[in-house]
Nanobody, 118 residues
Framework: QVQLVESGGGLVQAGGSLRLSCTTSGNIFSMNAMGWYRQASGKQRELVATITVGGSTKYGDSVKGRFTISRDNAKNTVYLQMNSLKPEDTAVYYC????????????WGQGTQVTVSS
């Protein structure tokens, strides 16, 4: 069974920072782009960022310049550094094995809550 395990969510004040981590098995990690998605209450899930095995990245418009996705191939871990957080960033954040465009998701993590207070 494929598992993607996220960590690092929590409560932060507006303007603050959080770093999310996601670890999965080596086969999944080495064969796929990895991505972060989020779903706010009452809204559709949206793409936050993706990163290929080679390190090419793509970001959703709402997070460009504030969030940074990275991966450590030796640790099978993908990160999402979130800076200058806003209340509208509040959502459940999901890690996924995906393609570069984020249009196809092969495996989902269980999600981690991020809450930004104003």
């Amino acid at each position: 069974q494929v598992q993607l395990v996220e960590s690092g969510g929590g409560l932060v004040q507006a303007g603050g920072s959080l770093r999310l981590s996601c670890t999965t098995s080596g086969n999944i990690f080495s064969m796929n782009a990895m991505g972060w998605y989020r779903q706010a209450s009452g809204k559709q899930r949206e793409l936050v960022a993706t990163i290929t095995v080679g390190g090419s990245t793509k970001y959703g418009d709402s997070v460009k310049g504030r969030f940074t996705i990275s991966r450590d191939n030796a640790k099978n871990t993908v990160y999402l550094q979130m800076n200058s957080l806003k209340p509208e960033d509040t959502a459940v954040y999901y890690c996924a094995a995906t393609n570069f465009w984020g249009s196809s998701v092969y495996h989902w993590g269980q999600g981690t809550q991020v809450t930004v207070s104003s």
